[in-house]
């Protein structure tokens, strides 16, 4: 096993983990056998055609968070604590959250290594500690890369009080965000169990990603630009949003702020993450215990045949072998758990973003305003669920069952993937449009259906060509998710610009004098070429 500078580093604090009751030596061969194990796998932000053994990839694609740390070095030159603080930790806490909840969640909540090692002589403690360490190095790593450049930007632009204290409040964050993440897992643990307890923590991380970007929003909403200098209005909510806290933390220790108020924000900062982490120490063996839910399987249960469902699908595939199709599409979607994590907190974006945009409107004018005017060009971002989710089709845990297409009585392929194309419209976009439409036509009233009807058959001859491009020749859940990478994430942000084209043409459509009927015929026309005849491509092939 590789004698890793982590481990040598650790060994200088050896008494104090043996103080705490903790088995040292099996501490250190549990970390270094999870360090080894990640020289093994590749990150889901780099990309590699060749893996090497040996070659840690996470450390290597390190330089990629570095270039989303350049982003807050312009806020290190305002001249306002406050608000500069609080804009630069809303990023960082939106970048570092976003990765534990994508990238380290998986490694938070695993129970294989937990099934593995609890037959043997191994502590309770020591085990969940050699877990805490392994998250706690990686982000760690991650925040390192994110801040170092900034952190040396603001030693020189503001001083050595200003780094170290930013520097502590890094480390608090990161405290902050592992405890948080790890204590909202160990709610829903008490109160559900098998597959509804993986449904539930799907829709958690969706909850928290959203809550990231809503709390962004708030960060800056806090603040007020008049007579060219930035004015804190505090609100209630702002007890709520850890990156005020730190601002507020700078504003009081550096600026000699001492309102009560940005006190209590300023305390916040320090004790919040000081007593999460207490807490999740004394709670790490029931966490742990509850881990095994994961693992159970609810029994005795029929599945329902859904009528109206079986009926809605022989509606838009009559043909009974691209609804197989689409059956085996929705049953693989639904249970893969890797592709949930990675695809459902950004379909929940999808919902909110539209509102964010709409919201930051309304501060220039009144509701009636935005009534009247053409924000319901919004409804364009629905369709980024699109490339998102047909990115990621071609994946699976379970990618070496591919071999089927090998003997499936299939003629060719249009069947697959006209049958997965429909399943995502069904699956993803078709709940979104359902909820956003509704609310759209109450904003701006029945004058935008046209518009609407317009946006939708955008979407529907938009999958199809997601499809074509960004799946190729490769067939659906036939690749492991490690190779799930950059490359593919390149093409879907292309795609994802093909969407304002889409919207141009909408734009100057909508402001002719021939309206919007000509260009709703031009898109039928268009959908119906390419759902008939963009699919004959390739026969299946083994």
């Not at 956003?436 to 317009?454: E, K, M, N, Q, Y």
């Not at 491009?469 to 490690?482: A, E, I, R, T």
Request: net charge positive; with cysteine; hydrophobic share 55%.
């Amino acid at each position: 096993m590789n004698d890793f500078a982590t481990l040598r580093l650790l060994d200088r604090f050896a008494p104090l983990f043996r103080r705490a009751g903790i088995d040292y030596p099996m501490l250190r061969l549990i970390l270094g056998m999870k360090l080894t194990m990640d020289t093994r796998r590749v990150p889901t932000v780099f990309t590699q055609s060749k893996v090497k053994e040996g070659k840690n990839y996470f450390i290597r694609s390190l330089w990629l968070y570095a270039l989303y740390g350049l982003a807050v070095i312009p806020f290190l030159f305002i001249d306002d604590y406050f608000f500069q603080l609080s804009i630069i930790f809303g990023i960082l806490m939106f970048i570092l959250m976003t990765s534990m909840i994508s990238d380290f969640s998986s490694v938070l909540l695993d129970v294989r290594d937990r099934n593995m090692m609890m037959p043997k002589p191994v502590d309770q403690r020591t085990f969940s500690t050699a877990k805490m360490l392994h998250i706690t190095l990686y982000m760690s790593l991650l925040t390192i890369a994110t801040t170092g450049i900034p952190l040396f930007v603001s030693l020189y632009v503001n001083g050595f009080g200003f780094f170290l204290l930013l520097l502590a409040e890094l480390i608090l964050l990161n405290f902050l965000i592992l405890m948080m993440t790890a204590l909202v897992y160990f709610a829903i643990l008490q109160f559900f169990d098998g597959e509804k307890l993986k449904n539930v923590i799907n829709f958690m991380q969706i909850a928290l990603s959203l809550g990231i970007i809503i709390g962004y929003q708030l960060v800056a909403r806090s603040f007020q630009f008049s007579e060219l200098d930035w004015t804190f209005t505090p609100v209630w909510w702002q007890l709520f949003t850890p990156p005020v806290w730190f601002g507020a933390l700078h504003e009081a220790l550096l600026n000699g702020e001492r309102s009560l108020f940005v006190l209590v924000l300023a305390g916040l900062a320090v004790i919040t993450p000081v007593v999460a982490m207490m807490l999740y120490v004394k709670m790490i063996p029931a966490f742990e215990s509850s881990l095994h839910k994961l693992s159970t399987v609810e029994q005795g249960k029929e599945k329902r045949i859904n009528r109206v469902k079986q009926a809605f699908l022989r509606f838009i595939a009559p043909d009974q072998e691209e609804r197989n199709f689409m059956n085996f599409s929705f049953a693989m979607m639904k249970n893969e758990r890797e592709f949930k994590l990675k695809v459902y907190p950004q379909v929940g974006f999808t919902f909110v973003i539209p509102f964010l945009f709409m919201f930051t409107t309304t501060e220039s004018g009144s509701f009636e305003a935005v009534r009247e005017g053409s924000s319901y060009y919004l409804f364009y971002f629905t369709l980024l669920v699109i490339p998102t989710v047909i990115s990621m089709v071609k994946y699976s845990g379970a990618y070496k069952g591919s071999w089927i297409y090998g003997v499936m009585p299939l003629k060719d392929r249009l069947l697959i993937d006209r049958g997965l194309t429909k399943s995502v419209l069904v699956m993803f976009y078709l709940p979104v449009m359902l909820i956003l439409a509704p609310v759209f036509i109450w904003i701006f009233s029945g004058r935008i259906w046209l518009d609407l009807v317009v946006i939708i058959a955008t979407a529907i001859l938009y999958a199809a060509i997601c499809t074509l491009v960004l799946n190729g020749k490769s067939l659906p859940f036939s690749q492991p998710f490690s190779v799930s990478q950059h490359q593919e994430g390149i093409k879907a942000f292309v795609m994802m610009l093909v969407i304002g084209g889409f919207c141009l043409v909408h734009v100057l459509f909508n402001n002719w004098a021939w309206d919007l009927e000509i260009y709703a015929v031009i898109l039928l026309i268009a959908l119906l070429l390419v759902w008939t005849f963009g699919f004959r491509r390739n026969r299946v092939e083994a």
